[in-house]
């Protein structure tokens, strides 16, 4: 079964830069996996930040940045702001209509 | 404007059935792969199942395999999950979401444009 490991929370100061990961239990993330990013504050749908390892999808500041570090998918928030409190989660499409998603990491900005 | 807006939830007894909607408007519908997530209470997302433009071909996760079929309606507009011998653990909020799988000539592979999801319980 394929699991995608992300940090269960991380904290960062407001202005602060902050960079989540996405392990892949059976191997390496690569951009073959089309690496996606998901916002979710509570109660909300889900929102497409990332998709394609690094792609922003629309209306996404470009504080947002995704980017393949070492063996891993990365999220990367680059000036943090209050509103960036939520949970991301990661998402690879593994092939033949099949996707698995991150456990997602609660971030606090305090 | 995209809208995709879920229909059907509800309280439903283990071994029970249900059938969810997803109403689309705002895009060419037929042209896209649609899929399902759900999101059980205080929990990630888990992907659920997806169906390609024409309905040919149809994918589900381990999960909930011989149970749920996932179905579209491209004269309605419509996307639908039929959940049969439902059990506790199924209890989530279910989203429909569209599956891009291009950006013009560009092989892309994203989930966009969600909608707000529907509650699904499964008690006794």
């Known amino acids: 079964q394929t699991v995608l490991t992300q940090e269960p929370s991380f904290s960062v100061s407001p202005g602060g830069t902050v960079t989540l990961t996405c392990g892949l239990s059976?191997?390496?993330?690569?951009?073959?996996?089309?690496p996606n990013w998901y916002q979710q504050t509570p109660g909300q749908a889900p929102r497409t930040l990332i998709y394609d390892t690094s792609t922003r999808s629309s209306g996404v500041p470009d504080r947002f940045s995704g980017s393949i570090l070492g063996n891993k998918a990365a999220l990367t928030i680059t000036g943090a702001q209050a509103d960036d409190e939520s949970d991301y989660y990661c998402?690879?499409?593994?092939?033949?209509?099949?996707?698995?998603f991150g456990g997602g990491t609660k971030l606090t900005v305090l | 404007e995209v809208q995709l807006v879920e229909s059907g939830g509800g309280l439903v007894q283990p071994g029970g059935s249900l059938r969810l909607s997803c109403a689309a408007s705002?895009?060419?519908?037929?042209?896209?792969?649609m899929t399902w997530v759900r999101q059980a209470p205080g929990k990630g997302l888990e992907w659920v199942a997806d169906?390609?433009?024409?309905?040919?071909?149809?994918f589900y996760a381990d999960s909930v395999t011989g149970r749920f079929t996932i179905s579209r309606d491209n004269v309605k507009n419509s996307l639908y999950l039929q959940m049969n011998s439902l059990r506790a653990e199924d209890t989530a909020v279910y989203y429909c979401?569209?599956?891009?799988?291009?950006?013009?000539?560009?092989?892309?592979?994203?989930?966009?444009?969600w909608g707000q999801g529907t509650l699904v319980a499964v008690s006794a």
């Open positions: 998402a690879l499409y593994m092939g033949r209509g099949l996707w698995v």
């Open positions: 059976s191997g390496s993330v690569s951009g073959g996996y089309f």
């Open positions: 169906i390609r433009e024409d309905g040919g071909e149809k």
């Open positions: 979401a569209i599956w891009v799988r291009f950006s013009g000539d560009i092989r892309s592979e994203s989930f966009q444009h």
């Open positions: 705002g895009f060419t519908f037929n042209t896209y792969w």
